[in-house]
């Protein structure tokens, strides 16, 4: 079965800085997708970024990139020059071509941006 | 173009009432993915219906849970004899056709169930 972990509960950030969430999956499953959301704290699930297992180069979606190590299985999101309103909770979550057909998702990391 | 819609948004029930949480899919859209967050946790895959058939309930819990998703209508998520430990934000998805390893799944704006 697979699994998304996420190691870091919480992060700060400076404002204007950038800020790597880590990511790391389990999947013996050769073709899958990545995908990050944030979770403001209204709560809905806003889609950033996606990274299919076969994408030779980095997803970027503006400010947002996915650090994609498939030999590491890590797949991080990286948030350049960050801004006051990206603080919220960062989930990874994982979608396999076979078997279930539904996101596995990580217990997400919360950030701070800090002014 | 309307996205996924969930009603209520949020809903208060005392223990041993039933909760029915609605979702209507996007337009098109005839596969619907419910999914639950508990306090502080990621979501968890729940059940994965089509219309008027259900695919996949693996992840959701055998007594008191049901789903259904009709051919006229919205997807139903119902709770019968709610206990606390049923209070989450509970999220519905809809895709064209069966998710695959590519971005598919639109989420709506979630329901957060307090059981009292």
């Given amino acids: ?115 | 173009n309307a996205g996924v819609m969930q009603n209520p948004r949020h809903l208060v029930r005392r223990r041993g009432q039933e909760a029915r949480l609605r979702c209507s899919p996007m337009k098109g859209h005839s596969h619907v993915y419910w999914y639950r967050q508990l306090p502080e946790e990621g979501l968890k895959f729940m059940v994965y219906l089509q219309k008027e058939n259900i695919i996949d309930e693996s992840g959701m819990p055998k007594e008191r849970f049901s789903a259904e998703f009709p051919k006229e209508g919205p997807s139903i998520l119902r709770i019968q004899q709610v206990v606390r430990g049923d209070s989450a934000a509970y999220f519905c998805a809809s895709s064209p056709r069966a998710s695959a390893s590519y971005n598919e799944q639109f989420f709506g704006p979630g329901t957060r169930l307090t059981v009292l």
């Fill in chain 1, 1 to 115: 079965a697979q699994k998304i972990t996420q190691t870091q509960p919480g992060m700060f950030v400076q404002e204007k800085e950038a800020v790597t969430l880590d990511c790391t999956y389990d999947t013996s499953d050769q073709s899958y997708g990545l995908f990050w959301y944030k979770q403001p704290s209204s709560g809905e699930m806003i889609f950033l970024i996606y990274q299919g297992s076969y994408d030779e180069q980095n997803a970027t979606e503006g400010r947002y990139s996915l650090n994609f190590q498939k030999a590491r299985k890590s797949a991080n999101l990286v948030i350049s020059a960050s801004q006051l309103g990206d603080s919220a909770m960062y989930f990874c979550a994982m979608i396999m071509d076979t078997g279930r057909r539904a996101l596995t998702f990580g217990s997400g990391t919360r950030l701070q941006v800090q002014p």
